[in-house]
């Protein structure tokens, strides 16, 4: 899809083809899909994020090499899937249900989609990245606007460490509507 043609994200487009900047995000043909791409609207959320914090919410890895690959095919005018991470909210989720004040914070427990933030940041092409949000057990009934929001500010703990990653989103897409989180 030329880039002219792809839209900003918004609630409609979040599984199928949207732009940011230069690069379009094709859930069913961009390099790195997976089926989970395409049915974010049943599965959880997408969310707006700085590429840099997606990084910091994943596992530390020297993706140099891949990113310099895929920065390349992105240049070509090649598309790319949303990245996506996988969440634990067990906890949180209970907590929340049963109004437990100490509302445990979830943590990142798997992730796809590094190389491509890499050569997002490499390319310069757009600051901000969209992302899939999953959760065992959990679907996007699950949420509401308070649980989201909650989840935004309280943080996420690092995939594989305990290191508080505060405010990662700046806007969810979720249900059909557009929660814009980002203090300006």
Known sequence: MKISIALDP????????CRIGNVVFDQTNGMGE?????????????????CSKFLELVAPANRDEDAAKIASRIENGESIA???IELDLNGFMTAIEEEDPNIPIPEVVGHEGRGR??????????????????A??????????VSLRLLNDNGLY??????????PFDTIFWRGTRLELKVI
């Open 158 to 167: 690092q995939e594989k460490s305990k290191k508080l990653i505060t405010k």
């Open 136 to 145: 065992s057990h959990f679907r996007a009934r699950h949420f509401d606007d």
């Open 82 to 84: 949303s990245p996506f």
């Open 34 to 50: 997976t089926p989970n791409n395409r049915n974010v609207i049943y599965k959880g959320f997408a969310a707006l994020m700085p």
């Open 117 to 134: 933030v890499f050569a997002l940041m490499k390319l310069n092409h757009s600051k901000h990245v969209l992302v899939h949000v999953f």
């Open 10 to 17: 918004n609630p409609e487009n979040i599984e199928s083809v």
